[in-house]
Every structure is written in structure tokens, then in C-alpha cells.
């Protein structure tokens, strides 16, 4: 992304709407706002709420110009997007990393037709993963220091502890 930073602002254009599906810490967006013109926002989208209210007061912080408005959802669902005070020229959805090789082709094409729904006539800045050999999927997964595992327990904590089992 860095290499291509010039290219994609040239892009993107001064006064757009930055929504990032799955924000965490908001840390990759920090690279964009930086060389962006004039952006009219940013709308970082997580299910941690937590988190996401951490996020926010950092970047409150960092770009104090910048209105953020956090959106608390699942992101594959349909959620209402909040509007900025100023006007947007465009609305660019930011996807990084490669999550998007983690859906499966019918959840993945819903998942883009709702970004194109929200973005309009706006633009979709994603990552995607290149293919990689086994071996190096395979430790970066099963790390030795658990870190993914640990990761994935917590999600499975966090997604049944509301959950209530239904008899027949």
C-alpha cells in the first residue's frame, strides 16, 4: 500500500468518506489519513465495541480536523451509515488485509453488493491475499506461541456468551 500511496490518493480525491469494514484499531487506516487531502471523515465499522471507543478517542487525538463516527455492527450486516458535517465528494469503502479469502463466493458477493449499496458510485479499496505456499499458511495459523489460537478462542468466548442452547 505504501508503494502505491501516491496513486491511490490521486484516487480517492480530497473531501471522501472513509468507511473501514472491520476498523479493530483503526491502526492501517492511519497510513491513508496521513496522505490524504482534506478528507470529510471516517466511519470505522467494528462488533467491538470496546475497542472501537478506544479507537475513536486515539484518533480524536491523532487527527483532531477528522470527524470520525463510529458505527458498532457486524459488518456483513445492514447497518445505518451515519453522515458527516461537511460534504462528501466520494465514499470509499477500506477493506485491507485479506479477510475477504476467508468468505466463502455467495457471502463474499453479498458482502461486496452491500459495499456497493453504501458506497454508491464511491470506490472499494481491498486487500486481497496472494496465493501462498502451504507450509507458510500453515505456520502463520498454528503459530508456536498460540497467538492465533488464543485469538480464535476469544472470538468463540465472545460469539457464546450470549448464546442459549434451544431444546426440542
Known sequence: MQTHMHEIVSLLGPNCLLIEYGSGSSTKIRML?????????????????EQLLQSV?????????????PVCADYTSNFKLPLPRKPVLRRVAY??????????????????????????????????????DFNILHRAYNDSQGVTAQFNKHCLCALTRNWTPISN
Do not use: H, M, W
Open 95 to 132: 477493506f485491507p488485509g485479506s479477510t475477504i479469502g476467508n468468505f466463502d463466493r455467495e457471502p463474499a458477493k453479498q458482502f461486496l453488493q452491500q459495499i456497493a449499496r453504501v458506497c454508491q458510485s464511491g470506490g472499494l479499496l481491498i486487500g486481497v491475499d496472494l496465493k501462498k
Open 33 to 49: 489519513l496521513d496522505a490524504l487531502q482534506d478528507p470529510t471523515g471516517y466511519v470505522p465499522i467494528d462488533i467491538a465495541k
Open 57 to 69: 478517542a486515539s484518533l480524536a487525538l491523532a487527527y483532531p480536523e477528522l470527524e470520525v463516527l
